[in-house]
C-alpha cells in the first residue's frame, strides 16, 4: 500500500533547531548530516532544503528531518511552511537518500535484556527506534502485519508482543525459563534488524495511524472529566508504565459510579503487580488530582 506521509513538528532543546517527524521512517540504520548543498548530492530532500537561505545544516535520521537555521528568521513564521513541503516531497515518492557505498553504512544494532515488574515478560531494547507509535500482538493472526512479531511467535514459549519506540516487550509461556531463552531471542532480534528486514509493514502504520485519528476524534466527544484523566495518563502515568515494557489505555469514565476502567498492554497486561500500580499509584494520582470525582480505577488487560 502506498505511504500517505504526515509531518508533525517538535522543537527541541537547541532553539535554533526544530525536528520535521514523519510517520514512517525515512532511513533504517544511518543518520546523515549535512552543512551545504554539496554535501547534500545524495539526498535531493536536503539538497532542496538548502535553497532556503536560512538553512544551516540539515539531519536526517529514522522518521524525522532536523534542521538547523541561520537567525535570519523566527521558527514561528516558517515552520509550517517547511513541514508542507516536506510532506509533499515525501509523499511524491522521490528517494530521500539516494544510496552508494559511500552512503550506506551497516550500523551495528546492539540488543540488552531488561526486566520488568511482570515475571513473564522481558523487555529487549534496541538502539535504534524501531516504531513511531506502540502495537500490540496477541496471536500470530493480530500480527499478519508486524513481520517481526510473526517470526517470534514461531518460538513456542512466546505468547504475546509489545512493540513501542526502541523495544520489544515478550510475553511467554511458563514452559520456558528466561535464563534458557534471553540469549536466542536477543540473537535472532539482532540479526534481523541488521538485515533491514521491515519491523511493521507500510498497512501496520497506516492502520494505527486511522486509529489514533478517530481516538482523537472520540476525545472531542467526552465528557471534561474524561479528558482530564486522558491527559493525566498521557503526561504522569505512560511514560513510568512505558519504561516498564508496558502501556496504558484509558477506556472509560462512569460519572455515577466514579469507576475508572483501564486497558494495561505488554508488561503490564497480566502483572501480578498491577492491581498494586493501580491502587497505589494511578487511582491515588487521579483522586489527587482530581478530587471527589475518582471512586477507584479497574484494569482491563490488554
Known sequence: MEKNFEIKIEATSNPGIVKFEANFFLTQHTSYEFENIDQAKNSPLAQQLFYLPFVKKVYIAQNFVAIDKYDIVEWADVQEEIAEQIKEYLNSGTPVINETESTTKKVPITIYAESTPNPAVLKFVANKKLVTAGHEFKNIDDAKQAPIAQELFHFPFVKEVYIDENYISISKYDMADW????????????????????????????????????????????????????????????????????????????????????????????????????????????????????????????
Open 179 to 302: 535464563n534458557d531463552i534471553t540469549l536466542e531471542i536477543r540473537e535472532f532480534l539482532r540479526n534481523y534488524l541488521e538485515q533491514g528486514k521491515e519491523v511493521l509493514s507500510a498497512n501496520a502504520t497506516i492502520s494505527k495511524n486511522t486509529v489514533e485519528k478517530q481516538a482523537d476524534a472520540e476525545f472531542e466527544k467526552l465528557d471534561d472529566v474524561s479528558k482530564d484523566i486522558i491527559n493525566i495518563i498521557d503526561e504522569y502515568i505512560k511514560p513510568a508504565v512505558a519504561s516498564d515494557g508496558g502501556n496504558i489505555l484509558f477506556d472509560s469514565y462512569d460519572p455515577n459510579s466514579k469507576i475508572v476502567k483501564v486497558v494495561l498492554q505488554g508488561a503490564c497486561s497480566g502483572c501480578p503487580s498491577s492491581t498494586f500500580t493501580l491502587k497505589n499509584g494511578i487511582e491515588n494520582m487521579l483522586k489527587e488530582m482530581l478530587k471527589d470525582k475518582i471512586e477507584s480505577v479497574e484494569a482491563i488487560n490488554g
